[in-house]
């Protein structure tokens, strides 16, 4: 930026934008006022940079990376984009001159939660490194009017109610009415001329709703487009006119309801009609957006590979091969071999999970029914492969009236990307082990990350503080200078400073559990954090039953030499997953009982805010002492949580699963608190017949807790017999097998914790060490290995 601007510039702004775009005085106005007033002011402030941007990648001529996702978790904006802008201390002063509260200000901005979790998040934080790495990119999602629902417990239970956060103007989007977009469905394919002419029975209008993105410095921002569905035809005025109002409104409803609300499966492929609809909504309406920008500034479709980049964010816009070349075909008359071609050396993949249940598959009637001319030319790319690459027999996109869109993204990619050196592994050696044969050097990893702006910066000024008195602030956007910190390791009045800063963070979440949830959380406790969305493989149960083991043993001898501890749940299910539903149910009865406890409760509470997003992560992740990343090995991706807990100082307990292998490598081992099977045991130990019976039969501890919920301890046993049933019998996330392993470990964890020196000098350590972990290293990497693109320098 040019110059930064005062306090009472921004104070200015402010109250111009409260009278001239709130309509309001000062003496009427709202929070909500206020926080609408700041936002416009800070917006202002983004334009400039955004403008020039946009004008400097079309005027260079700029290759330019199109990220395509069904999700976008971005959380709240105006705290971001101040500490982006560099903004403080000028808006601080300003606001406090207005006689605001900041914090107010900014929790009054809804969650953007227009993701599940990893996935979404990790889409978020790829945007912000894009603008602050200054490389020319769009992402495209949908603009949905739901979010993800919000949770809230009643009786222990999960209840689900609609998000509504564009139920309110959102200060931060553009609605561009010139690029619109039809998006069509069904109908049939007519051959007119040899040529393939789709004739849809259905069409939307996708428009597009474009938000900047503000990169770390504040020049450079590039644009989210969310594309919102709309009719084609507003009013069926024939049916208006005869009175049937209601009717008359329908072919409006009917389009909205394409970008009407996120999926909150995140579990299992259901494959239903709509989220299909959704997926080709999104990626039709992106491509032709990419291409028309393309063809205005190049013409020669030859060209399209040399300035095109497009990431497809999983399989969900894998129809983006099919429809690339369709639209090449079709309207612009190539022979397939070529459209194929250029469609494969513009596109690539990334993998997100092995899970079975979560890979995509349509039916090849739906498909046929929903998208004709595209079943056709998927089938068309199936025979091609089949032809030129005499594959095995049972290798291939359709396979018993299936549409596999795993194979479909990979057949139709340039690289295919894992997500941790762990996840990229098994992708070669299992779901994608006979492609990568055929195409050995197209599957690469690119470990992922997160920005260390907001997750950081923004989340955690007290060590941010620290931080940059010790090493100056060039961590900020070159995160490796951390290092930099291991020469204060062994300095005890640094280490004093770093307690100091995480204490005042505990003291704050303490405050917040003792309003929220009437939980006493001591802040000289461990505060042991486990916040994610509800899995069976993620393993919230083993927690929860470490933490009935553990209640036992303090009953058992109550005098003893406790490490007073503090666990802390967040995290929601989706809706149809009943076994996710009945652990959240489990963790409310066990810590309902145990919170009461008058025997244990110093040493032991339980607190499980209910409704965890972006913004209470940003709360939580900063006061921890203790990260939970302990996924059945070989089943997280990778996981982002994991490296935003590192790099804000709490210690990782954790098995060798995706990107906690190079977590514990680079913070080195002694550093980490190690359990469990690796992938390699874990799958050898689920084919061992009754695994689960013997482990528990071995386990005193995993007994009496199993035991204890069987006898209705924690509320009604009969909520609990599946779960019990599954644990006995089946136990397919080998949480039994795992038990005692993870038991003997939390008791390391409390002795490391009773050293406070020690465990300073390894949470120091854990900072210092990284660097590695954020999205600008991850996204220089896709720049490097994928996309073949440069940044514009300044
Ligand atoms: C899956 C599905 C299945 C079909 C229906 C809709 C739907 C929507 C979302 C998903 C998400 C699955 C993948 C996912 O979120 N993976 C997570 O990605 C993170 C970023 O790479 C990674 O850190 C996590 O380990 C991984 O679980």
């Known amino acids: 930026m040019t110059h930064a601007p005062s306090a009472q510039d921004l104070r200015e702004k402010i109250l111009y934008h409260l009278t001239h775009t709130q309509g309001r005085g000062p003496e009427f106005a709202t929070v909500f006022d206020w926080r609408l007033a700041v936002s416009f002011a800070v917006r202002d402030l983004m334009v400039g940079p955004w403008v020039d941007a946009i004008r400097a990648a079309r005027d260079q001529g700029a290759k330019r990376v199109y990220y395509l996702s069904m999700e976008f978790l971005i959380g709240r904006i105006l705290g971001d984009a101040i500490i982006n802008l560099r903004l403080e201390p000028a808006m601080g002063e300003a606001l406090t001159q207005l006689g605001l509260d900041e914090q107010e200000i900014l929790d009054n901005e809804p969650d953007a939660a227009l993701g599940n979790g990893g996935l979404g998040r990790l889409a978020a934080c790829f945007m912000e490194s894009l603008s602050s790495l200054r490389c020319p990119a769009f992402g495209y999602g949908i603009r949905y009017e739901h979010g993800l629902f919000r949770q809230s417990f009643e009786n222990g239970q999960q209840v689900e109610r609609p998000e509504d956060w564009l139920n309110q103007p959102h200060p931060w989007e553009f609605v561009r009415i010139d690029y619109s977009y039809r998006i069509g469905f069904k109908g049939h394919v007519e051959t007119v001329d040899g040529r393939a002419v789709w004739q849809p029975g259905e069409s939307v209008i996708a428009r597009a709703y474009d938000t900047p993105v503000i990169g770390w410095g504040g020049d450079w921002a590039n644009s989210l487009r969310l594309w919102g569905a709309h009719p084609t035809t507003l009013l069926d005025l024939p049916r208006f006119n005869a009175g049937d109002y209601t009717a008359a409104a329908e072919?409006?409803?009917?389009?909205?309801?394409?970008?009407?609300?996120?999926?909150?499966?995140?579990?299992?492929?259901?494959?239903?009609?709509?989220?299909l609809k959704q997926e080709y909504f999104l990626t039709s309406a992106a491509?032709?957006?990419?291409?028309?920008?393309?063809?205005?500034?190049?013409?020669?479709?030859?060209?399209?590979?040399?300035?095109?980049?497009?990431?497809?964010?999983?399989?969900?816009?894998?129809?983006?091969?099919?429809?690339?070349?369709r639209l090449l075909m079709d309207d612009h008359g190539l022979p397939f071999a070529r459209a194929r071609d250029l469609a494969r050396a513009t596109l690539n993949y990334t993998n997100h999970t092995l899970l079975p249940e979560a890979l995509e598959r349509?039916?090849?009637?739906?498909?046929?029914?929903?998208?004709?001319?595209?079943?056709?030319?998927?089938?068309?790319?199936?025979?091609?492969?089949?032809?030129?690459?005499?594959?095995?027999?049972?290798?291939?996109?359709?396979?018993?009236?299936?549409?596999?869109?795993?194979?479909?993204a990979f057949i139709m990619s340039g690289k295919v990307n894992g997500v941790s050196a762990l996840h990229t592994d098994l992708v070669r050696d299992t779901v994608f082990a006979d492609l990568h044969k055929l195409h050995p050097g197209r599957i690469v990893n690119q470990t992922n990350g997160v920005t260390p702006r907001r997750w950081l910066r923004m989340s955690n000024p007290s060590l941010t503080r620290l931080l940059d008195d010790t090493i100056g602030t060039g961590w900020t956007s070159d995160l490796d200078q951390l290092k930099g910190l291991e020469?204060?390791?062994?300095?005890?009045?640094?280490?004093?400073?770093?307690?100091?800063?995480?204490?005042?963070?505990?003291?704050?979440?303490?405050?917040?559990?003792?309003?929220?949830?009437?939980?006493?959380?001591?802040?000289?406790?461990?505060?042991?954090?486990q916040i994610k969305r509800m899995h069976e493989y993620k393993r919230q149960l083993l927690n929860i039953l470490e933490a009935i083991a553990l209640w036992q043993r303090i009953?058992?001898?109550p005098n003893g030499n406790w490490a007073p501890r503090v666990?802390?749940?967040?995290?929601?299910?989706?809706?149809?997953?009943?076994?996710?539903?009945?652990?959240?149910?489990?963790?409310?009865?066990?810590?309902?009982?145990?919170?009461?406890?008058?025997?244990?409760?110093?040493?032991?509470?339980?607190?499980?805010?209910?409704?965890?997003?972006?913004?209470?992560?940003?709360?939580?992740?900063?006061?921890?002492?203790?990260?939970?990343?302990?996924?059945?090995?070989?089943?997280?991706?990778?996981g982002t949580g994991n490296m935003k807990f590192t790099m804000n100082g709490a210690l990782t307990i954790g098995t060798l699963d995706g990107a906690n292998v190079e977590i514990r490598e680079l913070v080195g081992p002694e550093n980490f608190f190690l359990f469990g099977l690796t992938a390699d045991e874990a799958a050898a130990e689920k084919a061992r017949h009754g695994h689960a019976r013997a482990a528990i039969e071995a386990s005193e501890d995993l007994k009496v807790a199993l035991q204890l919920i069987a006898e209705g301890r924690f509320g009604r046993a009969e909520s609990y017999y599946s779960l019990l049933d599954r644990t006995w019998n089946d136990d397919p996330f080998l949480v039994a097998s795992d038990f005692d392993a993870y038991f003997a470990t939390q008791r390391k964890v409390d002795r490391a914790f009773a050293d406070t020196a020690d465990w300073d000098r390894m949470a120091a350590l854990n900072i210092a060490r990284s660097g590695f972990f954020s999205s600008d290293r991850t996204i220089r990497g896709y720049m490097r290995d994928i996309w073949d693109t440069q940044a514009i320098t300044a």
Request: proline share 5%.
């Open 487 to 529: 020469a204060h390791a062994d300095d005890a009045g640094f280490r004093d400073s770093l307690r100091a800063a995480k204490r005042a963070n505990k003291i704050w979440l303490s405050n917040g559990l003792l309003a929220d949830l009437g939980v006493k959380a001591d802040p000289d406790a461990i505060f042991d954090v």
């Open 362 to 408: 349509w039916s090849t009637w739906l498909m046929g029914r929903i998208l004709p001319r595209h079943m056709q030319i998927i089938q068309m790319i199936d025979d091609d492969h089949r032809d030129t690459t005499n594959r095995p027999a049972h290798v291939g996109i359709v396979h018993n009236d299936q549409v596999h869109m795993g194979e479909l």
């Open 567 to 638: 666990k802390i749940f967040g995290g929601k299910a989706a809706p149809g997953y009943w076994l996710a539903k009945s652990v959240i149910h489990l963790i409310n009865d066990v810590a309902a009982t145990i919170n009461s406890d008058p025997v244990t409760s110093k040493f032991l509470q339980i607190a499980y805010p209910s409704n965890y997003n972006v913004s209470m992560a940003e709360d939580l992740i900063p006061a921890a002492d203790l990260s939970e990343q302990i996924s059945t090995a070989g089943k997280e991706a990778s």
């Open 555 to 557: 009953h058992d001898d």
């Open 251 to 275: 072919p409006e409803a009917l389009a909205r309801t394409l970008s009407r609300v996120l999926y909150p499966d995140d579990t299992t492929e259901s494959g239903k009609e709509l989220r």
């Open 287 to 325: 491509l032709q957006d990419i291409l028309r920008r393309f063809l205005a500034e190049h013409g020669d479709l030859d060209l399209l590979p040399q300035k095109v980049a497009i990431q497809l964010n999983d399989t969900h816009p894998a129809i983006a091969g099919p429809e690339l070349i």
